[in-house]
């Protein structure tokens, strides 16, 4: 009981005590605050409180005046303000205001041009519309007017139709000008658009100066959005069912993205882009090809066909002069790949002169024998080595028809995949293939020193590092005897090395056939020391030493070559100024 009735009193106690503190409290606030002002420039005016003791901080001034601002009752009696002085608060806060005025102001007046230049925009935009609509106008008669009884809307689906019928003939005019179907004349070879080629995963590409790489992914969303539409757009074409004659629905094979083989590109600024996708056919040995341009518009369907390259025999010339060692080298890649993979492919070889003759007609006799190969043909030639000389006469020595050529080096390594492109971009009478090679650098500066380079198949990596889109070298071609013919072959004047490739492909360029130049990534010229004679003439000569310059190494491995001294000198003041600790 006596300890209940101490908590008792402890209790009322403690809520006296809290209720004379809130009264105390309260009584402290009503007297300290300042007088409320219907003025809200007075207001602002009003000076924050602050710690120090400055002039209109509500403190007292020296003689016992208020400072202006603290709500003291001055002379006028009537807001209690005395006129700010220099320095004051109250000049403070005009200017503060005055600043917040002007920028308000000019950010106003900012807004004001803004819609001004909308207005025109819109009105330029309505008066373009207002123009169309008045050509569409134009073709209408009297009679095909919206009538006031019965008419029904007929000028509009009129106007409707002469505006689709505009578009499609500037969508046609522009795949007609666009080089698609046939080729172009071309003063040089300057001139000639290049295509890109492209994977799924990969971009292959010949303008990438000194940050770009050779082969790429598509990184930019423009250039993958643009792939994959056209990628969607050509399997829906590839698997929408198509009618046969008697009314059925064939059914066919269900393309996928893995059919996907390759694809080429090229952008005509002034037309539209073009592209040309190859999917797996059913088939081994059949392809379906897909056409497509886009006219700085939608897509347009060009042609959808099916191409069977089962029946195209590529003959591969290659002009040799001694080399044997290459000779040999080149056999195992064409023995590999033409005799084991393919299986469609003649091998000529034009020799020059008697030396080592025997020993080339031993390496083809002992592939033959390996691998059980019959179709080559080894002709001679006893006269000074001539690539162009050596090439022409392989070509019109043959005798089995129109087959497709594919003029070689001896140091040239190639894919399957590539003998198949060369099939799928020639055509007689209308397309030859110009590849771009990738050529490879030295490969004793690429990996350091000749001990660790690695066997050739590892060595065929498209890189930055490794070697360059060869888009200056038009030696390696695809196209048919018969245009070859027609064309008028190689200048056979020219001795030596260079300038007969060049001469070539100038001769397509003026004429109506569509040369197709596109970086082949199953193309490679395995490096060499070349070695420039100095019986060349002044041009050839100076071709020979540019084309050595370019094929020892990168721009970024020259330059450590070319500053190695100035590296190896900053090495050792390095370490005779850091020496370690032993």
């Not at 207005?119 to 134009?138: D, F, I, M, N």
């Not at 393919?342 to 006799?365: K, P």
């Amino acid at each position: 009981m006596l300890r209940r009735g101490l908590l008792a009193r402890v209790s009322r106690v403690g809520g006296i005590l809290v209720l004379l503190c809130c009264s105390l409290s309260l009584l402290y606030v009503m007297t300290c605050s300042p007088p409320h002002s219907e003025d809200p420039l007075l207001v602002l005016a009003l000076p924050r409180a602050d710690t120090h003791s400055h002039a209109g901080t509500g403190g007292t001034r020296p003689g016992g005046v208020r400072a202006a601002g603290t709500g003291g009752t001055g002379p006028a009696g009537g807001a209690g303000l005395e006129p700010p002085q220099d320095g004051g608060p109250g000049l403070s806060y005009q200017a503060l205001l005055t600043e917040r005025e002007e920028q308000h102001r000019l950010h106003i007046t900012s807004l004001k041009k803004q819609i001004a230049q909308l207005k025109e925009a819109l009105q330029e935009r309505s008066q373009q519309l207002k123009g169309v609509q008045e050509s569409l106008k134009k073709g209408l008669t009297e009679e095909e007017r919206p009538r006031p009884r019965g008419g029904g809307g007929g000028g509009e689906v009129q106007g409707t139709k002469n505006q689709q019928t505009d578009i499609q003939d500037f969508l046609k005019n522009q795949l007609s000008r666009a080089e698609v179907t046939s080729g172009s004349r071309f003063p040089s070879e300057y001139t000639v658009v290049p295509f890109e080629s492209f994977t799924l995963q990969r971009l292959y590409q010949l303008e990438m100066g000194l940050t770009r790489h050779p082969e790429e992914k598509p990184v930019r969303r423009d250039k993958r959005d643009e792939l994959v539409e056209v990628l969607e757009l050509s399997l829906q074409s590839l698997n929408a069912p198509s009618l046969q004659p008697d009314g059925k629905t064939q059914s066919s094979k269900v393309y996928t993205p893995s059919d996907f083989m390759e694809g080429i590109t090229r952008t005509e600024k002034d037309k539209g882009t073009l592209y040309e996708l190859t999917f797996r056919g059913e088939a081994a040995q059949e392809f379906r090809r897909l056409v497509l341009f886009r006219p700085f518009g939608p897509l347009m369907k060009v042609r959808s066909e099916r191409v069977d390259t089962a029946a195209a025999i590529i003959n591969v010339i290659v002009p040799l002069s001694r080399r044997t060692d290459k000779f040999r080298q080149f056999m195992l890649n064409f023995r590999d790949v033409c005799v084991r993979q393919d299986g469609r492919v003649h091998l000529t070889v034009v020799y020059f002169g008697n030396d080592q003759i025997n020993e080339v007609r031993s390496i083809l006799e002992n592939t033959s024998k390996e691998v059980n190969f019959k179709n080559y043909t080894l002709l001679q030639l006893n006269e000074e080595f001539s690539r162009g000389r050596g090439l022409d006469f392989g070509a019109r020595s043959w005798k089995g028809g129109n087959v497709l050529l594919f003029f070689c080096d001896v140091d040239i390594y190639f894919t399957a995949d590539f003998l198949n492109t060369c099939r799928l971009n020639t055509q007689p009478g209308k397309k030859v293939f110009y590849p771009v090679l990738f050529s490879q650098y030295n490969p004793a500066l690429i990996y350091g020193s000749s001990e660790h380079v690695p066997p050739v198949e590892q060595q065929l990596v498209i890189k930055k590092d490794t070697g360059f889109w060869r888009d200056f070298g038009f030696g390696m071609t695809c196209q048919y005897r018969t245009d070859f013919i027609n064309i008028g072959g190689f200048d056979i004047d020219i001795k030596g090395w260079g300038g007969e490739d060049v001469h070539l492909y100038r001769k397509y360029l003026h004429s109506n056939l569509l040369v197709v130049r596109a970086p082949s990534r199953g193309l490679f010229h395995l490096w060499h020391e070349k070695r420039c004679a100095d019986e060349l003439p002044p041009d050839q000569y100076r071709m020979c030493m540019q084309s050595k310059a370019m094929n020892e190494a990168s721009h970024g491995q020259l330059g450590m070559l070319f500053f190695r001294h100035e590296i190896e000198a900053h090495l050792r003041k390095q370490n005779s100024q850091n020496p370690k600790k032993t």
